[in-house]
């Protein structure tokens, strides 16, 4: 499975765009990117997941270059409830199981 | 009901007893998890199961012990509680679909 580097920690406040960028240099051509967020003392909870360019959905959006080594999740207009940690996770698609790093701690503030 | 259910929410227990965690779910997906999360790391997969007859031991076995009674149902054992087994424990399922459903954990604490 690739590993993957993101920052541990990021600030913001309501109302911007927060964006987490993700490097996974090994990703594997048949690999999908996945990106969960959990909330304390909660399982994590699936966001978002692509293959390449551009993935959109109600809660985020994800971008993937054409060469897959990084990615970068985008949240739109975040709220404080977006307080949370997000976890970006490389792995082929399908069935196999997921190894979660530390993720990326965002704190948004009023 | 909740797609993943987790029993017990919490429990603390003392070093050297016997505790099991259950996880049962009401989407008859074959894949099941269980991982551990201390506090400010992220997960860590301890076992998983991908149909009832097949266990897998994750990254961290070491201490613990599966069941998968049926489809719907995968129990994690302590046989032996001791401290640093306190953590917040996670059921998880996966679907087609790769993406995982968890549940609620059980937070345990061993003293």
């Known amino acids: 499975l690739a590993k993957t580097t993101q920052p541990i920690s990021m600030d913001s406040y309501e109302g911007q765009e927060v964006n987490i960028t993700c490097s996974h240099n090994n990703i594997a051509t048949n690999d999908y990117i996945t990106w969960y967020q959990q909330f304390p003392s909660q399982g994590p909870r699936f966001i978002i997941q692509g293959y390449k360019t551009k993935v959109t959905n109600e809660v985020a959006s994800l971008f993937i270059p054409a060469d897959r080594k990084s990615s970068t999740l985008s949240l739109p207009r975040v709220s404080l409830s977006d307080t949370a940690v997000y976890y970006c996770?490389?792995?082929?698609?399908?069935?196999?199981?997921?190894?979660f790093g530390a993720g990326t701690r965002l704190a948004v503030h009023p | 009901d909740a797609d993943v259910t987790q029993t017990p929410r919490n429990r603390i227990t003392k070093t050297g007893k016997r505790i099991m965690l259950e996880c049962s779910q009401t989407k008859g997906h074959d894949r099941m998890y269980w991982y551990r999360q201390d506090p400010g790391l992220g997960l860590r997969l301890i076992y998983y199961s991908f149909d009832v007859k097949d266990i897998n031991k994750g990254e961290i076995s070491d201490g613990y012990s599966v069941s998968r009674q049926a489809q719907a149902k995968f129990s994690l054992s302590l046989e032996s509680a001791i401290p640093n087994q306190t953590a917040l424990y996670f059921c998880a399922i996966q679907g087609t679909n790769y993406g995982y459903t968890f549940g609620s954990g059980t937070r345990l604490t061993v003293v």
């Open positions: 996770l490389v792995g082929p698609g399908g069935y196999n199981k997921l190894i």
